[in-house]
């Protein structure tokens, strides 16, 4: 059984740039929920997607997006990056909307200068 | 809102010397409550699921129970290995489809040799 990966591992950039995080989903789930996670604290959830279609969200601005492909894969991606997007942002996933348990990845480690 | 508080902040232990870690909720419907373990730099990895009061579950050298506002992580003769950040989340009827985690800032343990 494959877990759920992530990439890049870690990243650096710029203030007003755009980034785009990827994730593979756990073998067999179908659905892909985003965290951001600041140091010291919580993850804070940003949005869950099931089918290919936004499920969900949390209280994040539009410049926070998304997409999932049909094998269940996902990016997350973010515009006008402020410095306060500096984050560590997870993907889980989980099996349909009726799973309970999420599955995190290792995460990305976004540095925004 | 839902609200998740877990305490103490940090805690270190000496091996072998059992504690408890707490997590207050306030949530309008418990769906069910996770416990995870994350270790620095890392995504949280899945422990636990609570779902109703007087559950328990254990794994290992950890225990976890559940009443209707708070949930404890008991840890018996802890050893150096449990050292991580522990991350309490709730999951809420109120949450719709979209089964997304609310989590408290966790509780830092070190366990000394």
């Known amino acids: 059984e494959t877990g759920v990966t992530q990439s890049p591992t870690h990243l650096i950039k710029t203030r007003g740039q755009q980034v785009t995080l990827r994730c593979s989903s756990q073998s067999g789930h179908n659905t892909v929920s985003w965290y951001q996670q600041a140091l010291g604290q919580g993850p804070q959830f940003i949005f869950q997607?099931?089918?290919?279609?936004?499920?969900g969200r949390g209280n994040f601005p539009p410049r926070f997006s998304g997409l999932q492909f049909p094998n269940y894969s996902s990016e997350l991606n973010v515009n006008a990056l402020e410095l306060d997007d500096s984050a560590l942002y997870l993907c889980?996933?989980?099996?349909?909307?009726?799973?309970?348990?999420?599955?995190f990845g290792p995460g990305t480690r976004l540095t925004v200068t | 809102e839902d609200q998740v508080t877990q305490s103490p902040e940090a805690l270190r232990l000496q091996e072998g010397e059992s504690s408890s870690l707490n997590c207050s909720y306030t949530v309008s419907g418990l769906r069910g409550l996770f416990w995870y373990r994350q270790d620095p730099g890392k995504g949280p990895e899945f422990l636990f699921t609570l779902y109703s009061a007087g559950e328990e579950k254990e794994k290992e050298r950890l225990k976890a129970t559940l009443t209707k506002k708070e949930s404890f992580l008991h840890i018996t003769a802890p050893k150096p290995e449990d050292s991580a950040t522990y991350l309490c989340?709730?999951?809420?009827?109120?949450?719709?489809?979209?089964?997304?985690?609310?989590f408290g800032s966790g509780t830092q343990l070190t366990v000394l040799p």
């Open positions: 997607y099931y089918r290919e279609e936004e499920n």
């Open positions: 989340a709730v999951q809420a009827h109120s949450s719709g489809s979209a089964r997304q985690l609310t």
């Open positions: 889980a996933s989980s099996l349909g909307t009726s799973g309970y348990e999420q599955y």
